[in-house]
């Protein structure tokens, strides 16, 4: 592909177990985005991630190995184990999950127990909205609403902002180096290229008095593992720029959702330096590269449909096989669940200046979102899912199938409980009927959880 210069705190215990790592796969896609291997400058080495779900005790498994050693056949899981403990140690998505089912299982037949905020929007009590229009609190959550959406939609695609407090190279500050006459003009020439033609999927705040720094957000494109999913990236321009390329961060939430996005934020792109190209054209050239290419890259290059394929290698040796065939659509099922782990943690934590952002999409997205799952718990290959006309293809029943199809299922309640919070109402259908039957302390777990900070800021990337 050619692309130029204009185109909760955990509620019930923290688990650690080696990480293993589980490549699984489908596609053909030749591109030479990176390598998977720790060549990027934030990280020396990371980890491959991926999720083992559907554990009788509500835990997801987040695992990886050393990507020093690139994965051999010998190496590749036959069988991804979705049922192995999590391997997360801030993972609090799951443990609330838990926590949940665990307080639900024993519960007598016909004994119902109060869910908060959850129940008050699906149990009986408010199903019909109409009765309860006139009430006080109704009109509130109305006004909220309106308030959130009116927010949303005035959220302008590129803006200057005065600080970002919370970006990654907010300390960096410079190198010493002396910049160029020229440095802050071309940095210019960039907000106008971005600000003129970025795609309706990116959205880019940048600093006004700290011109070097730059903060994307990038909605997974349709067709892949990640639509629908809200992807964020630090960027900073160095002292040298445009001799040298930017410097990118990707706010990883702590799991590994591709093979050139790690965990530590390495971003893996020959463009930004980080992998050695096929050719020069494929690395950064001062002077006709720019951050918008670099963005839409990432975009159409990286966050792809079949993800596997990304590690160096893989297109030609896996290729065109029905075991690449297998492994690649296997990796992408884990990508999506990693996904929605992700959606989560960014509902939990946006980033500064997209607040409103984050709200609205997620608000206006839920549904979409829950109906995905459902129609890949129903077996819908990850990513087949045209919107209006549902799947265009069935999958396998294979027993790993089976088995992903199990803990997309299982995560929709946590997602649920997610969207929810976030203002969502449509969700009913997608609702499991034994997520309002959960005992008063699950509740009061499930909501301190969500409410805690350290749940998911103290986790160290």
Same mark, same amino acid.
């Given at each position: ?34 390598? !998977? ?6 990280? =020396?080495?990371? *980890? #491959? /991630?991926?999720?083992? &779900?559907? %554990? ?106 005065? !600080? ?6 907010? =300390?960096?500050? *410079? #190198? /010493?180096?002396?910049? &160029?006459? %020229? ?279």
């Amino acid at each position: 592909m050619d692309l130029d210069s204009n185109a909760p705190n955990s509620a019930i215990k923290k688990r650690k177990q080696d990480e293993e790592d589980a490549i699984v796969g489908d596609n053909e896609n030749s591109m030479n985005v990176g390598e !998977s291997s720790g060549s990027g400058d934030l990280c =020396k080495s990371s *980890t #491959s /991630g991926s999720l083992n &779900s559907n %554990n009788p005790n509500g835990s997801d498994d987040i695992s990886g190995e050393d990507d020093e050693d690139m994965i051999d056949e010998g190496e590749m899981d036959e069988d991804p184990d979705y049922g192995s403990e999590v391997d997360y140690d801030e993972d609090y998505y799951d443990d609330v999950y838990s926590s949940m089912q665990d307080q639900f299982d024993n519960l007598p037949t016909g004994v119902e127990a109060s869910l908060p905020w959850l129940k008050d929007i699906g149990s009986s009590e408010c199903k019909q909205v109409g009765a309860s229009e006139g009430s006080s609190s109704h009109g509130k959550a109305e006004a909220k609403d309106d308030i959130v959406m009116q927010k949303y939609r005035q959220f302008k695609q590129f803006d200057i902002v005065d !600080s970002f407090p919370d970006h990654f190279f907010d =300390k960096q500050g *410079t #190198s /010493g180096a002396q910049r &160029s006459k %020229n440095w802050a003009k071309r940095i210019q020439e960039e907000w106008k290229i971005l600000e003129e033609n970025l795609p309706e999927t990116v959205f880019v705040k940048v600093s006004e008095s700290r011109m070097e720094l730059l903060r994307a957000a990038i909605i997974g494109p349709q067709g892949t593992p990640y639509h629908d999913g809200l992807f964020f990236f630090d960027c900073y321009f160095p002292d040298n720029y445009p001799a040298s390329p930017p410097k990118v961060y990707y706010h990883s939430g702590g799991v590994r959702i591709n093979p050139n996005l790690y965990k530590c934020g390495t971003v893996c792109l020959s463009l930004l330096g980080t992998w050695q190209g096929r050719n020069n054209d494929e690395n950064w050239i001062p002077g006709k590269s720019t951050m918008l290419q670099v963005l839409v890259s990432i975009q159409a290059l990286i966050l792809n449909e079949k993800p596997f394929y990304n590690e160096p290698g893989y297109s030609e040796s896996y290729g065109g096989s029905r075991d690449g065939h297998r492994r690649s659509k296997e990796y992408s099922d884990n990508a999506f669940i990693l996904s929605l782990k992700t959606m989560m943690y960014t509902m939990r934590k946006p980033p500064k200046h997209f607040e409103d952002l984050v709200a609205g999409h997620f608000r206006t997205r839920a549904r979409d979102i829950l109906t995905a799952c459902k129609l890949y718990s129903e077996g819908a290959p990850v990513g087949s899912v045209v919107y209006n006309l549902g799947p265009t293809v069935s999958n396998s029943a294979a027993k790993n199938q089976k088995e992903f199809q199990l803990a997309v299922h299982r995560m929709m309640n946590t997602l649920i409980a997610f969207f929810t919070k976030n203002g969502s109402t449509d969700w009913e259908e997608f609702r499991s009927p034994e997520i309002l039957n959960m005992s008063a302390a699950a509740s009061a777990t499930l909501t301190e959880c969500y409410n805690s900070v350290s749940g998911v800021a103290a986790l160290t990337l």
